[in-house]
Nanobody, 124 residues
Framework: EVQLVDSGGGLVQAGGSLRLSCAASGFTFDDYAIGWFRQAPGKEREGVSCINNSDGSTYYASSVKGRFTISSDSAKNTVYLQLNSLKPEDTAVYYC?????????????????WGQGTQVTVSS
């Protein structure tokens, strides 16, 4: 059974930082891509970042590039998303997701398995 547990959200002031974690189990971690998505009230789901564990390639949405960093720890089967220089518009529920076929689904949300989501709230 593929299982993803995402955590690390919270309430921070603008300019602050958080580190989100996505702990994976039930599949061969290095064969999968792990993506992060977010959804804010009234907005479409947005693909934020992705790392392809098969080759280490990473991808970022233009809205977060330079502020967020995705990384993977294969020993812990965990992917992290470091959120720096947070802005109020980053407020959303953040979800991690896994897909065997790589990061191509980041734009469409076509990932096979999803975590439960973790709330990030950035105050001004």
């Amino acid at each position: 059974e593929v299982q993803l547990v995402d955590s690390g959200g919270g309430l921070v002031q603008a300019g602050g930082s958080l580190r989100l974690s996505c702990a994976a189990s039930g599949f061969t971690f290095d064969d999968y891509a792990i993506g992060w998505f977010r959804q804010a009230p009234g907005k479409e789901r947005e693909g934020v970042s992705c790392i392809n564990n098969s080759d280490g390639s990473t991808y970022y949405a233009s809205s977060v590039k330079g502020r967020f960093t995705i990384s993977s720890d294969s020993a812990k089967n965990t992917v992290y998303l470091q959120l720096n220089s947070l802005k109020p518009e980053d407020t959303a529920v953040y979800y991690c997701a896994a897909d065997y076929w790589g990061c191509s689904g980041l734009a469409t949300g076509d990932f096979g398995s999803w975590g439960q989501g973790t709330q990030v709230t950035v105050s001004s």
